[in-house]
T-cell receptor, first 112, second 110 residues
């Protein structure tokens, strides 16, 4: 158990679907992150939330929409995705800048 | 541009060998550097974190060093075991951002 829980573990969706990825942490952390891991590429930072406020948006297309309703939960809303968006989406949390990041096990997304 | 490079991309060794994984980064104004382990289909497990003011950290058979001025870090694994087989990722923190290398895929043969 990593302390950071992501659901679902696997998701297959068509290009016209709308779905959401969920991340939950009970570590008392106040920063949460979404990362994308594509095959044979380094992890890419997508979004950072600190104290429920978005502080980083790494030029992510608008078809990805994050939401952080409180310090324990983070969502990634998906709509009209492309096949190249298929990847492992990882959520992480940390206490503050400079503290270690704790990662969930990820959601494996396949866009058909 | 902040980039992190890991060498080698893949490594296969017999059990019991000591080995070194290398990481280099282009921007030395780092907050800290972390080494992670990733098993297939899983998330990332933090192995060691070195703050920018530190030179090394040790945990069991793992030792990580940091030379900020030259932009390099090494992860030393002593007496490798088949259970060490995984992808090892180096990540450098700049403010809110953690920039990752592409990883080294390690296979330890029994």
């Amino acid at each position: 158990e990593t302390g950071v829980t992501q659901t679902p573990r696997h998701l297959v969706m068509g290009m016209t679907n709308k779905k959401s990825l969920k991340c939950e942490q009970h570590l008392g952390h106040n920063a949460m992150y979404w990362y994308k891991q594509s095959a044979k590429k380094p992890l890419e930072l997508m979004f950072v939330y600190s104290l429920e406020e978005r502080v980083e948006n790494n030029s992510v297309p608008s078809r990805f929409s994050p939401e952080c309703p409180n310090s324990s939960h983070l969502f990634l809303h998906l709509h009209t995705l492309q096949p190249e968006d298929s990847a492992l989406y990882l959520c992480a949390s940390s206490r503050q800048n400079g503290s270690p990041l704790h990662f969930g096990n990820g959601t494996r997304l396949t866009v058909t | 541009k902040q980039e992190v490079t890991q060498i080698p991309a893949a490594l296969s060794v017999p059990e019991g060998e000591n080995l070194v994984l290398n990481c280099s980064f282009t921007d030395s104004a780092i907050y800290n550097l972390q080494w992670f382990r990733q098993d297939p289909g899983k998330g990332l497990t933090s192995l060691l974190l070195i703050q920018s003011s530190q030179r090394e950290q040790t945990s069991g058979r793992l030792n990580a060093s940091l030379d900020k001025s030259s932009g390099r870090s090494t992860l030393y694994i002593a007496a490798s075991q088949p259970g060490d087989s995984a992808t090892y990722l180096c990540a450098v923190q700049y403010g809110n951002k953690l920039v990752f290398g592409a990883g080294t895929i390690l296979r330890v043969k029994s």
